[in-house]
């Protein structure tokens, strides 16, 4: 039965949907973790760190993404796309929300004070360079964070209609999602956060199944 759903555009949509409640159990044990251990000082990040700098970061990566799946979800007459498109913005809405949640729970400015990705280009936990160190090395502070489409990608959205509006957002969401794997990895590579590194780790998994299924929406 599995294989039969899995074949339907609306079965996938509904696999889709399980790989991000299963994203959500893992956020959800984190942060149960992170309420008992919450007390001590010692585990609260610092405003510089690799957990803070994420939490900023990755909200204004997730509310454009919200932002995209709006336009999509008005524009398109496809039902798999606006239904994938409602569950991107009702998730990472969420997920933006948490993190804000976390900068205020810690008694953090929202606000950054140094420019943005500054945290993906220190050294990882153990000093050395990472699996993911050739993407770092690319990332200079305050320039646009991994897979963030362009203003002129926007405009383009936002005036695209019927198939070309469907395909130019599959596009962008793709490249938006791998920049968010990219980030939501190098947090990983810095952290041991109980709070945090289940919703990194829930990111990475939720994301790239959707990438997998906007692929395949692509290529039909």
């Known amino acids: 039965m599995t294989d ?17 409640l299963a994203g959500l159990l893992l956020l959800g044990g984190g942060l149960a973790i992170g309420r008992l251990t919450a007390p001590n000082p010692a585990l609260t990040p610092t405003t510089t760190s690799a957990e803070a700098g994420f939490a900023r970061d990755m909200q204004v990566h997730h509310l454009q993404a919200v932002e995209m799946a709006h336009i ?6 496809n039902a798999d796309i606006r239904l994938l498109a409602y569950d991107i913005a009702n998730l990472q809405a969420q997920q933006a929300g948490q993190m804000y ?3 205020a729970s810690w008694g953090l400015s929202q606000a950054a004070p140094e420019p943005s990705m500054t945290w993906m280009t220190r050294p990882a936990l153990d000093g050395s360079a990472h699996d993911h160190a050739a993407d770092d090395a690319s990332h200079t502070p305050g320039e646009p964070m991994p897979g963030l489409a ?3 990608q926007m405009a383009q959205l936002r005036a695209a209609t019927g198939t070309d509006a469907d395909r130019l957002f599959l596009t962008l969401m793709i490249a938006h999602h ?3 794997i990219e980030m939501a990895n190098a947090l990983l590579d ?10 990194a780790r829930g990111i990475v998994m939720a994301q790239q199944s959707e990438i997998d299924y906007m692929a395949e929406l692509l290529g039909s």
Request: charged share 20%; proline share 7%.
């Open 4 to 20: 039969q759903v899995a074949r339907t555009p609306h079965g996938r949509g509904r696999l889709i949907v399980a790989a991000v």
């Open 72 to 77: 999509i979800r008005d524009a398109s007459s």
């Open 101 to 103: 949640g976390w900068l």
């Open 150 to 152: 362009t203003f002129e």
């Open 178 to 180: 791998r920049g968010g």
């Open 190 to 199: 810095r952290s041991t956060s109980p709070v945090v590194t289940p919703l």
